[in-house]
């Protein structure tokens, strides 16, 4: 029998060695090729005596099997090393920050107010807007507060002449709205108003304020109670109550100071409510009959609620900002701090 | 005002409450309490003592070493006051005591210790300025709290009344609250004088004047009111003086009923003429002040010279002086408008006129006359020298009607009959029950009640809210839609914020002389009465809060800044007008977040964030050179819809940005648009427009276009020699640089073209393109070589 002309193990080393697909594919020709070690030992086969030929044949495809896997083995290794080199290459660190697009914000003075409306809206109430210079029939007489009365000290007012101010609160709308509609009506009015505050932590000459004004047939305390349940809840959180204050305001009557439970404490008094367990937070009552006959409106017959809100106040109750002027600075810091807080 | 609630004790049983449950309930039933505090706290640790001895300091001629018994124990004291003597009862403050932030404690006065220090009147605030020691004049119990004995722990409640209560500005007003709320008895206290007509006096009023009661008292002696008056008005807030003014403050307090004190002596006769001023009339008032009057001051004279401002102020003339020895008295009841008028002009308001503009009771004059009168002869020695002479007329108590049901319907409850009654009864209301309810008369002291629904809220403050249950009312939808200008401003954010831009908030007011120095050609309207400089001026343009702003934050290294602003901007005409704007500002990287975008903003992509707003109108706009000269000319514009100016942007005037904002070495880019103008222009119907099926065609021009020829002539000249198939002109390269001569740049351009009924044959278009490169060359225009 003819000693195999090539060393197995040797054959499977070099291919090991080999890193390359070009090598490898050098390799195979080199045993596997036309010119090939094992080609050449299949051609040795007629020359090899007849009771030998059968071992030999197997040894040298058994040959020819060994190293045809072992290539497609490597093959396939160096091919999956490639890819991964390649990957490898072209990774991109997740870790590294995105280019970011610069959304801007809404201002949080806004974005309450957007809350505070959609509530509103939800009800059933509709939106009004009216003027920011105002004539002073509008802001106080048809809101049964006559020049004179003590009441207008609760609003100390920027004139430009005798008949036109700055208003001082949204309550004109109501007028403006009754004047040329007809009960019933169900009105939510939004709006900047202004009063002769100099700016301190809790004050500010301008502010947002919107205004509630419902009227129908049967409107009573208990509809106004459950409408600023509901409101309070939706705006603060489920848990927490509220409680009314007998106040006055010309316009409504009985009016009411709107308290409602404290959010720290929870009512049991704490430093944030000043012991009182309460925090103030709006105006209202029931629209006085005066207000009803300036616009044409028979008050036998119809009857409303009206409740008027600071919106800076809540800004500042439910994102514990100490100072109010902090609003108006405008710090791009301060501005983006509230970016998506509610819209 | 401030309750001294010990005081209120003199007049309704309240010592089953304490002060905090009173506040609450007065707070609840409509009297706002602002705080309940123990003026008095600051003392800790003084007690009542008893001097035993009194010896000389060995060392010091100026002190005297004491034994003070309190209660059981005996105490060492050295004082300076050398008039204390043994058997005196005093107050002494003992180590471990507290006066304000002082902690007393052993001290060694040359060598002598002293285990505390004696109290003053002074440092009780109940006297101004003390020259010895505080000393009981009877008999004390030794070793109690000195509050105690003095009832200086008594609570004061301070209230803020509502505009409407001026009944309630007074110990009587409170006490009547406390009255229906608790359902308790009010006991007033006794005023009894005995008149005589040793002398006469002679009133005569006008309009404005609805009461004067006078009443003469002789041989007054001025000295100080007693303690227990002294503390009560300390506790209520004012500074004791003298017995007679101490007196009418204390009466003031008691029953709500301003009053004033003339020495009789100095008026000149004992006629008292209430008269309109004179205009130019003058008068010292009592704090020194002159004043010049007007024909509607009402005035208080003798019937030649003005005593006193009625309602407001005495006379400095007349006033009560340590040498007064007879007064005249007045009790009287002005109208409140014309109070209000007189001490709004004269920017005065003392707890005179206070009272007053909120109304007074007019049938409690004689009351008041000999409460007056009755303290003032016990605490001054004085005796009644006239009758009390009256001029007026009580007014007519008014009468309403009450409905049951009607209490109900607006309450949203069913208040029981008899909580109604009692109520109302126990606020002084007079009830007769008339046909579905009652006849009721207001107690005189009611300015506020008027009407029916006056009353209805007198029984639901005084039933309580809490028993009011709650009800959602059904609201039909609303057939009216959004008005349109909230619409647009939702629009506008959500467009601007998704642009990358802030929202801010700046005041509407600003500093006119800011305005002209960024420009002469604003006039903005001014406030009258503004709150100062800074802010007397209403935003013409909405830009200088954004300046403002963009300062701010440059200020604060926030130097990439995208901001804008959507509010009102006025004008200066007779109803001074308003208008909703919007304007922009940015400075520094286009995409600050962005480090991938290194690009800083240019006028193109400002350009273009102005260009993506307008297209949400719908309608065609142009640009035209800006008018505005504090933008930089090269970088600006106006803008045009309908030949009608909107707005304009641009680069602000760098000069104006360093000088006056304190922005340099950054460009400004500013724009503001006049949002009502926008809503007006705006194309409402949008129609759909149908899509052609056949195949549109591009062609991209590259055209040397010379750098005098704006880009708009390039378009107008394609546009106008395209025909009827060129459907857009795009801009999609600008390039200047290598291969482009001197002078030009290039402008790459892609053209479609499109047909509605076929499919567009190469020789239409190409002979389109060939017309369009032909007129565009007559224009200096060429097509850049490739
Ligand atoms: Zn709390």
Not at chain 2, 39 to 55: D, K, L, M
Not at chain 2, 764 to 780: D, P, W
Request: net charge negative; proline share 4%.
């Amino acid at each position: 029998m003819a000693e195999p002309l090539i060393d197995l193990q040797s054959a499977l080393e070099e291919i090991d060695k080999v890193s390359e697909l070009s090598a490898l594919q050098n390799i195979k020709a080199k045993y596997l090729g036309k010119q090939g070690v094992v080609t050449r030992l299949f051609k040795q086969l007629s020359t090899i005596p007849q009771e030998e030929k059968k071992a030999f044949g197997q040894m040298v495809n058994n040959l020819k099997k060994q190293l045809e896997s072992k290539i497609a083995e490597k093959r396939s290794e160096i091919e999956r090393r490639m890819r991964e080199e390649k990957e490898q290459k072209n990774r991109f660190d997740i870790t590294l920050p995105g280019a970011i697009r610069d959304m801007g914000a809404y201002h949080i003075v806004t974005q309450v107010m957007e809350e505070v409306q959609e509530f509103w809206l939800s009800m059933g109430f509709e939106i009004a807007t009216g003027p920011e210079v105002e004539e002073v029939y509008y802001n106080f007489e048809a809101l049964n507060t006559p020049e004179w009365h003590p009441a207008r000290d609760m609003h100390d007012t920027f004139y430009f002449n005798s008949n036109r101010l700055l208003r001082t609160h949204t309550s004109p709308i109501q007028i403006r709205v009754m004047e040329k509609r007809n009960p019933p009506l169900a009105i939510f009015a939004p709006g900047k108003c202004y009063r002769k505050d100099t700016p301190d932590t809790t004050h500010l000459p301008m502010f947002h304020q919107f205004e509630v004004l419902y009227v129908d047939r049967h409107v009573s305390v208990g509809h106004l109670k459950g409408v600023l349940e509901t409101f309070v809840k939706r705006i603060f959180g489920k848990d927490r109550k509220i409680r009314l204050r007998p106040s006055f305001f010309p316009f409504t009557e009985p009016s009411f100071e709107v308290d409602v439970s404290c959010g720290i404490c929870g009512g049991a008094g704490c430093r944030s409510c000043g012991g009182t367990g309460w925090l103030e937070i709006l105006g209202s009552g029931i629209v006085h009959p005066n207000v009803f006959r300036s616009v044409g409106y028979d008050p036998e017959e119809w009857s409303g609620f009206a409740l008027g809100m600071g919106v800076e106040r809540v800004v500042m109750l439910k994102h514990d900002i100490a100072d109010i002027r902090d609003l108006l600075r405008n710090d791009k810091r301060f501005l983006k701090k509230f970016m998506g807080v509610n819209i | 005002m401030r309750i001294p609630v010990e005081w209120l004790n003199d007049y309704i049983d309240l010592t089953d409450k304490n002060a905090l449950e009173l506040a609450n309930a007065l707070s609840l039933s409509g009297t706002e309490v602002e705080s309940v505090e123990f003026p008095w706290n600051y003392i800790e640790g003084a007690f009542t003592g008893r001097i035993e001895s009194v010896e000389e300091h060995p060392d010091a001629d100026n002190l005297v070493v004491t034994k003070v018994s309190v209660g059981e124990k005996l105490y060492q004291i050295v004082t300076a006051d050398k008039t204390v003597k043994a058997g005196e009862y005093i107050a002494v403050i003992l180590s471990g005591g507290k006066l304000w932030n002082l902690e007393i404690k052993d001290r060694k006065f040359r060598g002598i210790n002293s285990e505390g220090m004696f109290i003053s009147l002074e440092e009780l605030r109940l006297e101004e300025k003390s020259e010895t020691v505080f000393r009981f004049d009877h008999p004390v119990e030794t070793g109690k709290d000195i509050r105690e004995t003095l009832k200086l722990d008594s609570a004061v409640i301070e209230v803020e009344l509502t505009a409407n209560r001026g009944d309630c500005l007074s110990m009587f007003g409170i006490a009547r609250e406390l009255k229906a709320i608790y359902r308790k008895e009010i006991e007033y206290p006794l005023a009894e004088i005995e008149e005589n007509q040793k002398e006469k006096i002679d009133i005569s009023i006008e309009e404005g004047c609805k009461r004067y009661t006078a009443l003469l008292m002789d041989n007054v002696t001025i000295k100080e009111s007693p303690l227990w008056m002294k503390r009560r008005l300390v506790a209520a807030g004012l500074r004791p003086i003298n017995n007679v003014v101490d007196i009418t403050n204390y009466v003031m307090l008691e029953t709500g009923h301003p009053i004033h004190a003339f020495d009789a002596d100095l008026i000149g006769g004992n006629r008292i003429i209430v008269r309109k001023a004179k205009s130019g009339e003058k008068l010292t008032l009592l704090d020194g002040k002159e004043v010049e009057l007007i024909e509607s001051d009402l005035l208080i004279t003798n019937g030649e010279e003005p005593l006193a401002l009625a309602g407001i102020m005495g006379g400095m003339k007349s006033g009560i002086s340590p040498n007064t020895r007879r007064v005249l008295l007045e009790v009287a009841v002005f109208d409140p408008v014309t109070i209000r008028k007189t001490a709004r002009r004269l920017g005065i308001s003392t707890d005179s006129s206070y009272r007053f503009e909120r109304g007074v009771d007019p049938s409690d004059s004689f009351y008041v006359i000999k409460r007056l009168a009755s303290l003032i002869s016990e605490f001054s020695g004085a005796t009644v020298s006239s009758r009390i002479t009256d001029a007026g007329t009580p007014s007519e108590k008014i009468k309403l009607h009450l409905r049951k049901w009607f209490v109900d319907k607006v309450l949203g409850t069913v208040v029981p009959i008899e909580d109604i009654e009692s109520i109302l009864s126990h606020l002084g209301f007079e009830l007769e029950e008339a046909g579905d309810g009652w006849e009721v008369e207001v107690p005189a002291y009611r300015y506020d009640i008027t009407q029916e629904i006056d009353l209805v809220e007198e029984v639901g403050r005084i039933y309580g809210y809490e028993k009011v249950p709650s009800v959602l009312p059904r609201i039909l939808p609303s057939q009216e839609s959004i008005p349109v200008e909230i619409k647009e401003i939702r629009k506008l954010k959500r467009i601007l914020t998704a642009s990358g831009y802030n929202e801010v908030i700046n005041y509407s007011f600003l500093n006119p002389e800011k305005i002209k120095k960024v420009s002469g050609d604003f006039d903005p309207p001014m406030l009258q009465n503004p709150l100062s400089l800074d802010f007397s001026a209403m935003r013409p343009s909405m830009i200088f809060g954004l300046l403002e702003t963009a300062s701010y934050n440059f200020r604060r290294q926030n130097k990439d800044l995208k901001i804008f602003e959507i509010g009102n901007v006025f004008q200066n005409t007779d109803k001074v007008n308003e208008h909703l704007s919007v304007a922009l500002l940015a400075m520094g990287k286009e995409n600050a977040e962005d480090y991938t975008d290194k690009r800083t903003l240019s006028p193109y992509t400002f350009k273009g964030t102005i260009e993506s707003i307008l297209q949400l109108y719908g309608v065609k706009y142009s640009f035209e050179p800006a008018s505005e000269d504090w933008l930089e000319k090269r970088a600006a514009a106006d803008v045009i819809i309908n030949g009608e100016k909107v707005g304009y942007f641009g680069i602000f005037n760098a000069e104006i940005a360093d000088r006056v904002f304190e922005v340099k070495g950054q460009e400004l880019f500013i724009a503001e648009l006049n949002v009502d103008k926008l809503i007006e222009l705006k194309k409402t119907v949008v129609k759909e427009t149908i899509i052609s099926p056949f195949p549109r065609v591009f062609r991209d021009l590259s055209l040397l276009v010379p750098h005098h020829l704006n880009f708009s002539e390039v378009e107008k000249t394609i546009t106008e020699y395209a025909g009827k198939y060129l459907t857009s002109v795009k801009v999609i390269d600008i390039y200047k640089g290598k291969g482009i001569p001197e002078g030009y740049r290039s402008i790459t351009v892609t053209l479609t073209f499109e047909s509605s009924e076929n499919t567009l044959t190469d020789e239409k278009v190409s002979s389109a393109i060939e017309n369009i490169i032909r007129s565009l060359k007559n224009t200096g225009v060429n097509l850049r070589e490739q």
